[in-house]
């Protein structure tokens, strides 16, 4: 089926044509709307037509191709409205060419086009065409005919007329191109062999040879692979492409507050763009946009026009080629301005690489979805086989004379969230995705997307409307278009979901469920929700599916404030009252007894503190509002702060429960020696230890956020949001991606923070005038890792702060194993004491004391055990990369390791559990007064009578019992307790 017209591909209408003999196109336009039908299956040749104009010689011509200033009759380029060009034979009032009889036919009147006019050749009866041909001295216009190479007059008839390429009135366009009576076809103002003259807009963009002196009617840009256009046509308002790229080139965004009249153009005064100003090509005919007076912002390279220069910004600095600079307002908006920036765009947001075609064979027409490709469909480790769809097409539609396409996909649904372009596309309308739908939605009609496919061909669809294909290859005739929703743009299926927005309306990706739209760009939906911050408005992250607050769900929340308030009262009450009888201990076991007590008590407050602001911050400052602070609270100094105070005083409690195990064995080794009494050295010696165990605790919890050591500690940078190339946090691995792609290639190696923000602000001018936003720093420290601002315990094989971590937690390991031996050898002594009473047939109440000081001391053990040993092996665990404990860390910093802290002062001291025993007691005291527990007193009641006496902060045992420090070496058990 020979779908061309000779050589030449013809925009016509596949059909059963009878002219003479069957043909299945319409070889020329001017057989569309010619008032009857030349198709014999289909009168879609004359459906949408206008009015029907009689012309002079008889010819009906739709009202539609009157004066269009196109006459292509021959070849189909673009339009073909009649042959010989009568549809521009009269336009605004002025005639082009002559009516005359035809010689062969009397009494037919035809009309001659102005290239016939003096070529030689006489095409009316009379001769006229003929008969004005010669030059005398009142001729004023003369040139070269092309045809007989004369010398003939330029006439008003034949001056300015519509061109074809192909054959022209005179050799050269000058004398009949310029100064046009009809002044809607001028096209150009401009100097003409030094003067100024007129020249018609037949002559913008045709690439002949100059007419103006500076060749201002070749100005032209390629705005789309579809138009190419007069710079002077572009951004007034008035489309001249049918794709509208000459009104939303960039170029077009910034325009001047002053007007001006263009060269080009009749439009009147415009606004023009400031890529015109002072760029040596004269756009207003006043020449004003080439005076010094336009507002300017930035020096040197960054220097640039401006619509006004109240406000001016400092912008990013292109390494290469024109102009230089890139306004932030422009930045990652897809448009290469510099020819790079999109790519560091993509690299500093981590973006992937999309791969949006798929393996095509049989001249395109076969394709091969996921792994059903030869060699690989057949593998074992793939259960479902693959499936042919023979004849895909988008809305069942049978198109005369059409290729169909094939595509062969796995017979199973499959999570298209991952595809994209034409395997997206093609699964999902082929009804094998979970939960996405065909995205195809417009039909392709004829009407759509003009002026794209200058080959297409007219054909039928279903023997219902009119469609159109295009040709690839011999005998390959497609039809794989997405027309937009502006019906203005078709795509090719390879840019349908594919995260750009080819269409400009957004129609190609709107429907895709492979994609997240946030402000005004796509990106993977497999990014929302991520933990990543992917776009500059925070969407991704912060919405009603995912938005993240410092402690996750109400359990927590309750847990950490319930916690923390128990930690903040119980230790208060025993610093109260323990501070208040500091003064009466008079032994110097005693004293540094009690100053351990109240260190515990003291660093247990700091963390019960860590935990009840954690708390106020989460559930009352922030509330749902944290998703979007969360970058201002984790590079905060407040985070830091509470980091701070909660290290120092988990670090203060440890120190100070291993030295109280400490001091406790060294009580049960000299149990038979008197304690001393407290003096102004032993005080000072107490108050030395407190002191350097304090010092080593803060020493720990500071030298991270020490700015000497920021290349350890140091977890990401934020820079500011305007200058937009940066979103969230940024870590050294990922700058050093921008980097490469903005300075080229970079050795590999591992980059300080200071290089790496000065590397940053070389991308960037710095105008003393301007606010410098490179220097709007903000860090991540070593505390900001997670909302709850706690010591980085989680860390990996790569974190540069992880030899500090390990060292911490190797030193938190072995306090716990020194704590837990210490109390076993106490536990064990105190279970011989009391066996060894209860043998000899001692004294009962020891031996219950005993008991009592063996649970504390399980109590102890098991909380210790429970606390750090899981979260020891788990922090082991994680930087083995067994396991990913990072979601636990909520649960580990607000419960299992502060938990202690309410645990502590009811072990370590009996101030809380008297004052919770009162109550207690007194319904014991009013029980014990009943008759009938009286009764069953004097039953069972034994009485045994131990009179004691206090020995300030030591109680000791007045009357001891015969043998017991004899058989155990150990003192009182009670002074044992007191201690504990």
Known sequence: MEITNGNILCGGFMCKFILGKIRNTLEHD???????????????DEEGCSEMITMLSGRKIDSNKICTDVCDYYFCEDECDTDHCEDEATCNGYSYGMYCDIPSIAGIIKYIRPLSICDGYKDCVNGVDEAYCTVTNETQYTCENHWTKLTVPVHNFTRCTVLDFNNKYCSDYAPYQTNCSDSARVGVRCLVNGYLSSVSKFMICSGEKAICDDNFENQCLQTSSQCTVHRHLMCDGQPDCTDKSDETDHICITMTLVKCERRVGQNGELPIPLAWLRDGVKDCLNGIDEDDSWPTCGSNKSLRFVTSNDKCENVFLCPWGDPGYVEFSKLCDGVETCGNENKICSESRKQPKLSTAVLSTDKSMTKHLSYCIKGIKNTLNFKNHCFTISTFRF?????????????????????????????????????????????????????????????????????????????????????????????VTCIDYSQVCNLIDNCGDGSDEDSCTNNFKCDGSYIPVTKKCDGSFDCLDLTDECNNQCS???????????????????????????????TGTLKNCKTTVALFNKSLIMMISFGDLLVGIYLFVISVYDG??????????????????????IGVLSTIGSQVSLFAMCALSLTRIYGIKNSMRIPGEVTLMKSLQVAGGVFMMTLASIIIAVIPIISKFEDFFVNGVKYAEEIKVFIGTMNKQTLFAVF??????????????????????????????????????????FYGNDGVCLFKYFVKENDPQRHLVWAILALNFVCFFFITASYLIIGIISHKSSKSLTQSGGNRQITQRNRKMNLRITIIITTDFLCWVPFIVICVLHSLDVLDATPWYGLFSMIILPINSVINPLIYDDTVTNLVSVPIQRLETQIAASRIYRELSLRFQRLSTVNTIELDCVAVQDEEVPGTAEMTGVRDDKEMITQL
């Not at 001017?30 to 879609?44: A, H, P, R």
Request: glycine residues 6%; hydrophobic residues 30%.
């Open 395 to 487: 809305s069942n539609k049978n198109v005369y004379g059409g290729t169909n396409t094939t595509i062969i996909l796995p017979n199973i649904l499959q999570n298209c969230d991952h595809m994209f372009g034409e395997q997206y596309l093609y699964t999902s309308c082929a009804d094998k995705c979970f939960s996405s739908s065909c995205p195809l939605r417009n039909i392709p009609r004829y009407e759509a997307c003009p002026g794209q496919y200058q080959n297409r061909i007219g054909t039928i669809a279903n023997n219902e409307y009119l469609t159109f294909v295009t040709k690839s290859y011999e005998d390959i005739y497609t039809n794989k278009y997405f027309v937009c929703d502006n019906n």
């Open 620 to 641: 009352v400052i922030f509330k749902e509002q944290y998703c979007t602070q969360q970058i201002g609270w984790i590079t905060s100094i407040h985070c830091s702060i």
């Open 548 to 578: 993240r607050q410092i402690l996750e769900g109400n359990a927590l929340k309750c847990s950490s404030l319930v916690i923390g308030f128990l930690a903040v009262l119980a230790n208060l009450i025993i610093l109260s009252k323990n």
């Open 30 to 44: 001017y057989f569309i709307c010619n008032g009857q039908s030349d198709c014999v299956n289909t009168e879609l």
């Open 740 to 781: 490469q792609g903005y300075f080229g290639r970079m050795k590999e190696t591992t980059l300080s923070w200071h290089l790496i923000n000065k590397m940053m602000s070389e991308m960037y001018s710095h105008d003393n005038r301007y606010e410098d936003y490179t220097k709007n720093i903000q860090k991540v420290e």
